[in-house]
Structure formats: structure tokens, C-alpha cells
């Protein structure tokens, strides 16, 4: 390390070593890993702050019921696990998801598809894996395969250990209170990542892939079941099996072992450098510590199986909501490792017993940890009820008979039998309510208990009406119906529910399903052709938000299921549960409505009223109080960097918005500079003005001081002021053209690790110097090559590794890249994509010469800055009885079958959830989702934010058609093809979305009556599914033959996997509409304001007029398209210009003028704008631009030299189904 001539200071040398990967194991693999201190321990020689943290007590407490066959496969010492935390057995078997795994259409010829084993270039490992097995049999055209099929599932345990926060002490209260707090922010709140985990897994005429897992013992080898694998015979193409096509999803994965071994802390040597005085440049003493980084070790493997997600929405609420009724504090414990340690019988750590069986499953990890202590969220989330007993680490017991004959149960939801209480007592006399205007579906008086074949009776009213859905099933010639766009927005299809039922059911915007009729069987889901599978925005802004305080949170005894709306009362004192069927008791607190202050009507409750609420969770369900707001900023500062003129933007956007950062008096905040070398600030409190630390010595990186590093936001305002103020013009001439961006990353996961927090990188070109280091793999002539396009993934695990640990530490990272060249974005993507971080791209980003981008970056940073937050969260995804889940997408870390972990957690990012049906739904009419969002908020706060979806079950192919919701399944389809992109090819991408709709059409063709061949039909549900697919085969993400840049197409792709429906659906399909005649248009009104509404116009350029003005609206950029006879006066009022000529060729802003025309222009963009998160760029185009290619590119239904006009599309979706 080189240090600057200034007095000397005894520093610490710390280093981060990495272990090389080993490919090619075959067996059990052992990662010898060494652990940092474990979560919420500062490195060597920190001191905390004082004032700022006070130990918790441990909650150690006896274990419960944990069926032996999850024990001591993964933990040889014995442990128990806490009271709140127990569960009763789980099922023995389920279908775990595997992240990165691929599951989608698929069409190739067998025994020639990609064969080659080892890593798939550009593949990244996945971080651990829960194995399970099963022999199961498909057929595909007449064809039968016996093939094992294995899943898995990725694990993680987190660490526990915080000493560091003080807990808010807050009075309780008898009741509990309600609040309904408007969203803090303003009118966004209308709206919709995924990390991928490699392809694992392998069927017959597949493709192989490489891939990292761990396995488990036999014992818990389980089934797995097939999606999308069975073919319709009716179909022509499908009878012959010489054709040798295979058409079906099919989920996979691979076996391995993994054992860790906790390495010891290592011993900080100490060496001297120098420091001095003079401001911005005195470096100061450090204490690193050194870790080692374990890698993965892969096994080759194949699947084509992929990986969806879901999550929660949070709007804060007034602190006066907050003040009765409960304690401060975390329903669950959101701590996180990358990687857990085993237990030891002598742990020093309590919270290590904070297991169950849920936790069980994270075990092991290919990926080393920052820290070896277990995490007990998952426990706490899905802990179960009181009645404990000791667990020992007797060996898993061998079954004596395969389980091969019947699909499993999902793992993590047991179905015991009622308490001997419920099953055979004679039941009270019925009671008539004494309330006559009670809601029909809450039975809370005594009645007799129904058996599962009387559930629909047992549910109180959750029937599904029987009435016809005569317009979604109207067949729609889609070769002769040319207008088959609708005038306005594609809304959400309304399940076939009582209206009781979907007055109570969630908002689509939230939580919205492919399906909203559910197959009653897998074989019907199979017949079909259509994925299943939900798509959350869980923690999008809301106006109106329940937020409930009380001392009981009322739970599922047996599934952990949150009390809803779709629950049903037995008697005043008992409710059914709507996912696992187990009679519940009601408290006693919950017999009393704090909205009517009345008692002895629980099902009046906030509780069972709401299908979104927010529960503020008592400190009785945490081990450690919440963490603080921390945020940390780590700025390029090359010669390119400081060019491209971003810092004026930031210093700026920082100085404006300080004081709306979300948090409290805790908040805390950083500042870390680097080029060739790594700059940090002291901004302690008392200092004249900030000063900097240099550490040139980037392969070895250290923490000069630690303590002083990250500041108090409140205490040190005025010193981080100066520096936002100084930091634009302190490298105006540098010289120095290298990015040490790797080695500034591991110093920010150093000084982030005691607390966690979010992580925000600006980068301005490729890594060059030091660990992560990246060298450019894009070929500008391969741009616009329709054969394949190569390093659509990471060129190293680098940035995986660090997200992982990061991820473990409650940290997010989020990046900025503003490049205007190739920075390789694909590995660069993984410090976002799996520590549950947001990813934004600015191409050809310049201060001054491209002002459209700067000015997008200004109010992008904005909405960034003071958005709401989530921090140390998880979130869990439950469904009733029968249903499974098997694939998630989105940005996050899954550590069990069901359990994400999200660092951060923000109002922006949407996840998608892969599901199948395990189990015939025959018992039930209705079927249940719910996702529970636990988080602590920027005040300090830990709430749990819950969401219940409801949809009937059908038995008929015609009702699962008339059920599909169009634009769901195509964003489904689009998570699926990305992934599919990555572990194979874009080729086997594009083929597998173009044979979704060949296989759902050809399904629905053969079984609809009185249909001629030669004609293609669709039921109205589905009419814009060829157009839609046509559109995503278009998008840059999947488009081929057009010059694509790559870092622009694997942004795509990342937007794609992590963005809310409402958001994603415009990047698919952008809206058209003519805004010359706004003033004969119908109109809106939202606050004050007169909004225009013109129809949406077909993509296509029959639709514009040399006379008109368009505006198009894709999403994150909107093209206002002119005429070349548009009318003078509307190019005077809305352009400001007198005549056409007189427009300039950049023109991305609209003056403000009194003309209607331009007031009502401006009103109806405005209204745009506000409906979604970040500033779209505006760019006014002339009809005779050079710029206007990319303008035409969006018009999908026109032909390209590369790509089918819509209408030529639908001929080549008719030839395969009829041949």
C-alpha cells in the first residue's frame, strides 16, 4: 500500500482471498470456507458509536415439533429451537425451486440439443441447493421417458448476533389500533427482478447445462412433478412422433453435497503508514479484517427450468398510527448470511436454537458467508406454535419404500388432522346471528364442523358463481379481425368470485395470477398449455394502507397462515384456516373491533375486512432491534467519470433531498471515492471540514477508520454538506483513466457489515484494476447477428460472490452505470441481482451533450433518494393446500422452498412465482395465495405487510381459457424466456415463446366446436397473446438481425425480471395515441386537472398521418412523432415553433403555453408520468429525422428486414399448428 507523506499511523493490512473454483467434481463436494465476523460484529479495534446500540437478551427456548427427517442430515450437533417458533411436522415431501433453473417451452430435436456438459459460457453458479428426487414418467407424442427428475433449492442461513441498536420503547395497550394512512409522496402509486440461479436438473431431449446444487440425504429424495409436459393428441403436429418436437415445461435439477466448515477470524497484522492534516487527504488509522471468499464448486447438470418471485408493497404511515397499542420492533428477525456454519452443541449464540423446520433447509451453501451464525427469519415467519420438545441429532431415517407412485405435498405446509377437540364433538345447536347485517361469509356462530368434501359449505359463502363468462370465451378470428387492440388500457380479468368475495380479493396492481380460474388437476393445467403463476408488486405505494396495531398477530397454528378475509368462522371462538383447512382458536384480544368499539365480532375485524393490511409486529417476535437507516455512496471519479459530468448531478441531487432520506435520528451515512485508488472521508463530528484517506494499496484494502467512516446523518450535516459541495471540482484534472471498482466494493461491504443498509455504486466504465477486473467480450459486428448472441452471462463470480455476502449482511446493492461504451453489464448485473438491489443504465450518458439523459438521471435520483425503503426483509409466499412452488424471479436470495431474502426492499421492483398443482384441488372450489413481507422500516419500525389472493377452481378446459389473464402470462412467459436465454441460447428463447402460442392456440382450437382448420382462432381472452409474443420477440431483450448493443439488450433482460407488470407491459407493447386533436378527445379529471384520454392506436404505420402528431409511450421514453404537414398551429401552441421546419432535430422538452392545445397536451404527458416511477425521457422526432429508426422499431406489427409483420406472424403460428 502507498500512503501519502503525512504523519504516521499504525495500520492494519487486510486482504480478501479468494478460492478458486473447481469445476468438474463429480459427488459430494466439500467448500472449505472461512467466515468474517459474524452479522452486526464490527471488524478488529471498532468501536461503535456510543449512544447508538445496547445488547438485546437472547431468546433461546425449547425446540418443537421437527420431524426427524429434517434434522441431522444438516446440523451433526444438537440444538433446539425456540417456543414461537415451532411448527408441526411438515409433509415429507415437496417441489423446491431452483434459481437460475429453466422451465419452459421447449422444441428441439432429440439427442442433437446442446449435449456438452461442464459450465455454459458466461454461466454463474448458484449459491446452494436442497436437493430432491424422483422417478416420474411424461409422455411426449406417443413417446414415454422414464427420467429421474431432481429440484432444488437454494439455502442460506443468516446470523444473529447484533449488540448494536437501542429498541424503542413504546407503551401497549389493550386493543389494538387501525390506522389508514395516505401514501407519503405523491401521485405515484398506480404500478408492477430475477436473479436466475443456473439451469439445473436434465431430461431426455433437453439441453444440459452446468450447474451447482447441494444434495440431501435419501431420506428426503421427494417428488417432483412435471409442468407443461404433456401434448395434445388432437393436434396434428403433435400425433406424429416423427416429429420429434417436444413442447413442455419441464422443471430440473442436480445433486451435491456441500458441507462448510467455519473458518477462524483472522488476526489483523499491523503495519504503519502516514497520514496528515490537511483537509481531503489524511488518512487515518485502520483495523481491516481478512476473510476468505469461498467459490462454488460446480457439477455438471442440465434443466430447463426457471425461477419466478413475488413481493410485497409498503406504504408508510403516520407516526400517530403508531403511537398505541404495540411495541416497536420485528415480527421476524430479517438477519442474513450468504452461507451458515454448522451448529455447535456449545454455541455461544442462542439465536442459533431459533430454528425450525423450515429453517432446516438452510444448511449449506456453495457460496462462503460473511458470517457462520444461523439466521432465524424463516423461523419466525413460519414458526409454529408453543408445544415444544427437545431435538436430537439422531441420523435421518432411510424410507423403507421409494416415494414414486404420487406427487408430493409442498414442502412447508402441513395438513395435520383437527385437534381431537374438533374431530368428533357433537357441535353446538346452531345459533341465529343476532347482528342480521353481518357479512354472509363470516359464520362466526356455532355450526356443525364440515368435512373436506363440504368445504365450499365450510368456507361460508366462497362459492365460485356458476354464471357463463360468454365474452372472454367468444371465439376471435385473429386473421381476418384487425382491430382487436382495445381503445383504452388491457384491464385486469375479474375472477369468476360472489361479489362479496371480490369486494374483499386483493388489487390485481398487487398480487395478480395467469390464471384466474384454477385448473382442478396438473393434467388439466397440462391440457391447457398455459403457465401458472403469480406476479406481485408487493410493496408498491398505496393511498390507503391498513396498518394494524396489536399484541396478537392471529396465525395459522399449523401453516403460519396470516388471518384474511377468506378465512371462515365455525363459532365466535374458532376459525378454519383457508390454506391448510386446521381449526384455529380465536384470541381473546380478537373479539374486539377497534374500529366499532364493539366486542364478539372477530369477523368484522381490519383483519378479515382486508385483503392488503400491514401489522406492526411486537418486539416479542425479534432477537435483535431494528437496524438503522445506513446509506453508503461509492462514486467513480476516473478521468471518464469526471467527463461525463454525473457528480454535479448527484452532489446536487444529494444537497437538495439530505433531509427526505428516509430514516430517523439514527440515520447514518457514507462517502467512498476510487479510481486507480480508493478514497475515503472522515466526517466525523467536531472536524473543521471533511477530510480524505487514500488507500492506494487496492489488493490489499483496508478500512483506515473505521469509526469514523460512516457518520451520524443529523450530527455531521454541515461536514457532508461541505464535501457534497467541494466533491464535483476535486477531480476536475485527473488523469487517471483506470476503475478500481472492485476492490472499492470489498471496502463498502467492510464498513457496511456491522449494520447493513443499501449500498449506491455510480460506474462510468469497465472495471480495470484489481479483484473483479473485467476485460470487453462484445463484438460491435456481432451486433446485428440473427445467429447466437454470446456473453448474455457474467464473465466471472466475482460480483455473485460479493452480492452473496453482501446479501448476508443485510445489504443491498444498487447500480448506477453510465457508459457510453461497453461495460459488461452481465456481470456487472449480479451485485443487484442477488442482494435484492435495482439496477439503472444510462447509455451515452453526458452532462451537456446528451441533456435528455442528464435530466432523467436528476429526476430518477429524486424519486431514489426519498422513496420509502424497506430494510433486512424476507418474504414468504403461501398457498392453499394442492398448489406448490417451484421457480421465483426477481432480484433477491431464496433460502427455502418459499422463502425469499431482500436485503432492501423498494416500491419500484416486481417478482414473479412459477407454481404447480401437486395435488387434485377436488375437496375445494376455492383456492388461496397469500405472501407475507416482513421489513423494518426507515423509522426503525418492523412490520409485516400481507397480501391474500383468491380464485375459484375450475374443471373445464373452456373455463381455464376464459380465465387467462393475457398480459400476466406474457410477463411470465418474458421472466421464463430470459432465463432461458442465459442457460442456453436466445435462438432456444425466441423458439420456446413462439411455441407457447402454438401449443395454447392448437390446445384451444381442439377442443372448440365447429372450427375449420384453415382458420386461426383464439378465445377473446387470449387475443392479444400473438401480438404480445410478437412484440416481446421484438424487444431488445430478444430481438435478432437489428443492431443490438449488448449491455443495451442485457439491460433488457434486467428490467424484464424485476419490473411490475403495470411498468413491464409498456417496455412490451407501448401504447400509440394521436395527441393533434386532444381538444375533441373525452377527459378525466384527477386533482383539478383536465386529462385527456385518446384512444390507443394500432402499432403500425398505417396508423400515422403526415397531417398528425403521435405520441408513443414505451415506458421508460417517450417519442412525440411529427408529421410533415401537421397542422401550424399545433406545432405553434404545443412546440412553441411557427411551422415544421423550424422544429430542431433534438427537441426533448415542451414549452409551457396558454393554448388548450398545449395545456391539454402537457396535462395528458404529465398523467403519463405520474403513473410510473422513474422520468421517462421525452424525444420529439420529425417525420424526416434520421432518428426516427427507433422510432419505427417499436411499431411491432409492421415487417423488418429481420422479423414477421404481425399479420405474417399469425400465418406462421397457423402453418405449425396445422401441419
Known amino acids: 500500500m502507498s500512503s501519502l507523506p503525512l504523519q504516521p499511523l499504525d495500520l492494519l493490512n487486510s486482504s480478501i482471498k479468494f478460492v478458486e473454483e473447481a469445476g468438474g467434481l463429480k459427488g459430494p463436494v466439500q467448500s472449505q470456507m472461512q467466515f468474517p465476523s459474524g452479522y452486526g460484529s464490527h471488524p478488529p479495534n471498532y468501536s461503535a458509536p456510543s449512544g447508538h446500540y445496547s445488547q438485546v437478551p437472547n431468546k433461546a427456548a425449547a425446540s418443537s415439533h421437527l420431524d426427524n427427517q429434517y434434522r441431522a442430515s444438516y446440523y451433526p450437533t444438537y440444538y433446539s429451537a425456540p417456543a414461537q417458533n415451532v411448527m408441526t411436522p411438515l409433509v415429507g415431501s415437496s417441489v423446491l425451486n431452483t434459481q437460475e433453473s429453466q422451465q419452459f417451452y421447449n422444441k428441439t430435436p432429440p439427442h442433437t440439443v446442446g449435449s456438452a456438459e461442464g459450465p455454459i459460457q458466461g454461466a454463474i453458479s448458484p449459491a446452494s441447493y436442497l436437493h430432491t428426487s424422483a422417478q416420474q414418467s411424461y409422455s411426449a407424442f406417443g413417446n414415454h421417458y422414464s427420467t429421474s427428475v431432481s429440484s432444488s433449492v437454494t439455502s442460506q442461513g443468516f446470523p444473529l448476533n447484533s449488540d448494536r441498536y437501542t429498541m424503542p420503547v413504546v407503551s401497549t395497550a389493550l386493543y389494538p389500533n387501525v390506522s389508514y394512512p395516505a401514501a407519503a409522496g405523491g401521485v405515484y402509486g398506480q404500478a408492477f427482478t430475477s436473479q436466475s440461479l443456473p439451469a439445473v436438473g436434465q431430461f431426455k431431449e433437453t439441453n444440459t447445462f452446468s450447474s451447482q446444487s447441494t444434495s440431501v440425504p435419501h431420506s428426503l429424495q421427494q417428488h417432483v412433478p412435471m409442468g407443461y409436459n404433456s401434448t395434445l393428441s388432437t393436434v396434428p403436429s403433435a400425433q406424429s412422433a416423427q416429429d420429434n418436437l417436444s413442447r413442455h415445461l419441464t422443471g430440473s435439477v442436480a445433486k451435491v453435497n456441500n458441507q462448510i466448515n467455519t473458518g477462524g477470524v483472522d488476526s489483523p497484522q499491523p503495519m504503519h503508514s502516514v497520514s496528515q492534516s490537511i483537509p481531503f487527504t489524511k488518512p487515518g488509522a485502520g483495523t481491516p479484517t481478512s476473510s476468505a471468499v469461498v467459490s462454488s464448486v460446480r457439477t455438471p447438470v442440465s434443466s430447463l427450468s426457471s425461477q419466478p418471485r413475488s413481493s410485497p408493497s409498503v406504504t408508510q404511515s403516520p407516526e400517530s398510527a403508531l403511537q398505541e397499542g404495540m411495541q416497536y420492533g420485528g415480527y421476524v428477525n430479517n438477519q442474513a448470511s450468504s452461507a451458515p456454519a454448522p451448529l455447535s452443541s456449545s454455541?455461544?449464540?442462542?439465536?442459533?436454537?431459533?430454528?425450525?423446520?423450515?429453517?432446516?433447509?438452510?444448511?449449506?451453501?456453495?457460496?462462503?458467508?460473511?458470517?457462520?451464525?444461523?439466521n432465524n427469519?424463516?423461523?419466525?415467519?413460519?414458526?409454529?406454535?408453543?408445544?415444544?420438545?427437545?431435538?436430537?441429532?439422531?441420523?435421518?431415517?432411510?424410507?423403507?419404500?421409494?416415494?414414486?407412485?404420487?406427487?408430493?405435498?409442498?414442502?412447508?405446509?402441513?395438513?395435520?388432522?383437527?385437534?381431537?377437540?374438533?374431530?368428533?364433538?357433537?357441535?353446538?345447536?346452531?345459533?341465529?346471528?343476532?347482528?342480521?347485517?353481518?357479512?354472509?361469509?363470516?359464520?362466526?356462530?356455532?355450526?356443525?364442523?364440515p368435512g373436506v368434501n363440504q368445504l365450499s359449505s365450510s368456507l361460508g359463502g366462497l362459492s365460485l358463481q356458476h354464471s357463463q363468462q360468454p365474452e372472454s370465451l367468444r371465439p376471435v378470428n385473429l386473421t381476418q379481425d384487425r382491430n382487436i387492440l382495445p381503445v383504452s388500457s388491457v384491464p385486469a380479468p375479474v375472477p369468476n368470485l360472489n361479489s362479496d368475495l371480490r369486494k374483499l380479493n386483493c388489487s390485481p396492481d398487487s398480487f395478480r395470477c395467469t390464471l384466474t380460474n384454477i385448473p382442478q388437476t396438473q393434467a388439466l393445467l397440462n391440457k391447457a398449455k398455459l403457465p401458472l403463476g403469480l406476479l406481485l408488486h408487493p410493496f408498491r405505494d398505496l393511498t390507503q394502507l391498513p396498518v394494524i396495531t396489536s399484541s396478537t398477530i392471529v396465525r395459522c397454528r399449523s401453516c403460519r397462515t396470516y388471518i384474511n378475509p377468506f378465512v371462515s368462522f365455525?363459532?365466535?371462538?374458532?376459525?378454519?384456516?383457508?390454506?391448510?383447512?386446521?381449526?384455529?382458536?380465536?384470541?381473546?384480544?380478537?373479539?374486539?373491533?377497534?374500529?366499532?368499539?364493539?366486542?364478539?365480532?372477530?369477523?368484522?375485524?381490519?383483519?378479515?375486512?382486508?385483503?392488503?393490511?400491514?401489522?406492526?409486529?411486537?418486539?416479542?417476535?425479534?432477537?435483535?432491534?431494528?437496524?438503522?437507516?445506513?446509506?453508503?455512496?461509492?462514486?467513480?471519479?476516473?478521468?471518464?467519470?469526471?467527463?461525463?459530468?454525473y457528480l454535479t448531478i448527484l452532489c446536487q441531487s444529494l444537497l437538495e433531498n439530505l433531509d427526505k432520506l428516509p430514516g430517523d435520528s439514527r440515520t447514518r451515512i457514507g462517502f467512498i471515492t476510487f479510481d486507480s485508488t480508493v478514497q475515503f472521508y472522515n466526517l466525523q463530528e467536531g472536524l473543521s471540514q471533511p477530510q480524505m484517506l487514500i488507500v492506494s494499496d487496492i489488493d490489499d484494502i483496508f478500512l483506515p477508520t473505521p469509526d469514523s467512516l460512516l457518520v451520524n446523518l443529523h450530527e455531521s450535516k454541515e461536514l457532508i454538506k461541505d464535501l457534497l459541495n467541494a466533491l464535483p471540482n476535486m477531480f476536475t484534472h485527473t488523469r487517471e483513466t483506470h476503475s478500481a471498482l472492485g476492490p472499492a466494493l470489498q471496502a463498502a461491504f467492510k464498513l457496511m457489515s456491522p449494520t447493513g443498509g443499501r449500498i449506491s455504486v455510480f460506474q462510468t466504465q469497465l472495471p480495470s484494476l484489481g479483484a473483479g477486473l473485467l476485460h470487453s467480450r462484445e463484438d460491435p459486428n456481432q451486433r446485428s447477428s440473427t445467429k447466437v448472441v454470446q456473453h448474455l452471462?457474467?464473465?466471472?463470480?466475482?460480483?455473485?460472490?460479493?452480492?452473496?455476502?453482501?446479501?448476508?449482511?443485510?445489504?443491498?446493492?444498487?447500480?448506477?452505470?453510465?457508459?457510453?461504451?461497453?461495460?459488461?453489464?452481465?456481470s456487472l448485473a449480479c451485485m443487484s441481482k442477488y442482494s435484492a438491489g435495482c439496477i439503472y443504465y444510462y447509455p451515452s450518458f453526458h452532462r451537456s451533450h446528451n441533456p435528455a439523459q442528464a435530466e432523467k438521471l436528476q429526476k430518477d435520483l429524486k424519486r431514489y433518494l426519498t422513496r420509502k425503503i424497506g430494510f433486512e426483509a424476507v418474504m414468504r409466499i403461501r398457498c392453499t393446500k394442492g398448489l406448490s412452488i417451484h421457480t421465483f424471479h426477481g432480484n433477491f436470495f431464496v433460502r427455502s422452498t418459499d422463502l425469499l431474502s431482500l436485503a432492501n426492499v423498494n416500491p419500484d421492483a416486481g417478482f414473479a412465482v412459477q407454481m404447480s398443482i401437486e395435488e387434485s384441488l377436488t375437496d375445494t372450489s376455492l383456492v388461496c395465495f397469500q405472501t407475507a413481507l416482513l421489513y423494518t422500516s426507515s423509522k426503525g419500525e418492523r412490520r409485516i405487510r400481507v397480501h391474500t389472493l383468491c380464485l375459484p377452481v375450475v374443471t373445464s378446459l373452456a373455463d381455464v381459457y376464459a380465465g387467462a389473464?393475457?398480459?400476466?402470462?406474457?410477463?411470465?412467459?418474458?421472466?421464463?424466456?430470459?432465463?432461458?436465454?442465459?442457460?442456453?441460447?436466445?435462438?432456444?428463447?425466441?423458439?420456446?415463446?413462439?411455441?407457447?402460442?402454438?401449443?395454447?392456440?392448437?390446445?384451444?382450437?381442439?377442443?372448440?366446436?365447429?372450427?375449420?382448420?384453415?382458420?386461426l382462432v383464439a378465445p377473446n381472452s387470449l387475443k392479444l397473446f400473438p401480438l404480445y409474443i410478437l412484440a416481446l420477440l421484438k424487444q431488445k431483450a430478444f430481438r435478432t438481425g437489428m443492431s443490438t448493443r449488448l449491455d443495451d439488450r442485457v439491460y433488457a433482460m434486467c428490467q424484464m425480471k424485476s419490473q411490475p407488470l403495470v411498468h413491464l407491459m409498456k417496455m412490451i407493447h407501448p401504447n400509440l395515441y394521436r395527441i393533434d386533436k386532444l381538444i375533441d378527445e373525452s377527459t378525466i379529471h384527477v386533482n383539478d386537472r383536465v386529462v385527456p384520454q385518446p384512444p390507443l392506436q394500432k402499432l403500425s404505420a398505417e396508423k400515422l398521418t403526415r397531417e398528425g402528431a403521435f405520441l408513443?409511450?414505451?415506458?421508460?421514453?417517450?417519442?412525440i412523432w411529427i408529421g410533415k404537414n401537421c397542422d401550424n398551429n399545433f406545432i405553434k401552441d404545443v412546440l412553441g415553433y411557427p411551422d415544421y421546419a423550424s422544429v430542431p432535430q433534438k427537441m426533448t422538452q415542451l414549452p409551457e403555453g396558454d393554448a388548450p392545445s398545449s395545456e391539454r397536451t402537457r396535462s395528458f404527458i404529465s398523467w403519463l408520468r405520474d403513473s410510473r416511477p422513474l422520468s421517462p425521457v421525452l424525444q420529439v422526432i420529425k417525420d424526416e429525422n434520421p432518428g426516427k429508426t427507433e422510432f419505427f422499431q417499436h411499431l411491432i406489427e409492421d415487417r423488418t428486414e429481420a422479423a414477421f409483420s404481425y399479420y405474417e406472424f399469425l400465418l406462421n403460428i397457423q402453418q405449425q399448428i396445422c401441419k
Open 347 to 374: 454455541s455461544d449464540d442462542e439465536e442459533e436454537d431459533e430454528e425450525d423446520e423450515e429453517a432446516a433447509i438452510d444448511s449449506s451453501s456453495t457460496t462462503s458467508s460473511a458470517s457462520p451464525v444461523l
Open 965 to 1015: 389473464d393475457v398480459q400476466a402470462v406474457v410477463c411470465l412467459l418474458a421472466n421464463m424466456a430470459v432465463d432461458r436465454s442465459v442457460s442456453s441460447s436466445l435462438a432456444d428463447a425466441r423458439d420456446a415463446l413462439v411455441n407457447a402460442v402454438v401449443d395454447s392456440l392448437a390446445a384451444y382450437m381442439s377442443t372448440a366446436s365447429n372450427l375449420q382448420q384453415s382458420v
Open 1112 to 1119: 408513443m409511450d414505451c415506458g421508460s421514453t417517450f417519442y
Open 570 to 645: 365455525i363459532d365466535q371462538r374458532r376459525w378454519k384456516c383457508n390454506l391448510c383447512y386446521r381449526v384455529n382458536d380465536v384470541p381473546e384480544e380478537f373479539m374486539y373491533n377497534p374500529l366499532t368499539r364493539s366486542y364478539g365480532e372477530p369477523h368484522k375485524r381490519p383483519e378479515v375486512q382486508n385483503s392488503t393490511v400491514e401489522f406492526i409486529a411486537s418486539s416479542d417476535y425479534m432477537l435483535r432491534p431494528p437496524q438503522p437507516a445506513v446509506y453508503l455512496f461509492v462514486l467513480d471519479v476516473s478521468h471518464n467519470a469526471v467527463e461525463a459530468g
Open 793 to 826: 452471462g457474467p464473465a466471472t463470480d466475482f460480483y455473485k460472490k460479493l452480492a452473496l455476502d453482501c446479501s448476508g449482511q443485510q445489504t443491498a446493492v444498487d447500480l448506477f452505470l453510465l457508459s457510453s461504451q461497453y461495460s459488461d453489464l452481465a
Open 377 to 449: 427469519y424463516d423461523a419466525l415467519e413460519g414458526g409454529g406454535y408453543p408445544e415444544t420438545r427437545s431435538v436430537t441429532s439422531s441420523p435421518v431415517p432411510s424410507p423403507s419404500v421409494p416415494q414414486t407412485s404420487k406427487a408430493s405435498k409442498p414442502f412447508g405446509y402441513g395438513y395435520p388432522t383437527l385437534q381431537p377437540g374438533y374431530q368428533n364433538a357433537t357441535p353446538p345447536a346452531p345459533v341465529q346471528p343476532s347482528n342480521p347485517g353481518h357479512h354472509p361469509g363470516f359464520q362466526h356462530y356455532p355450526q356443525q364442523y
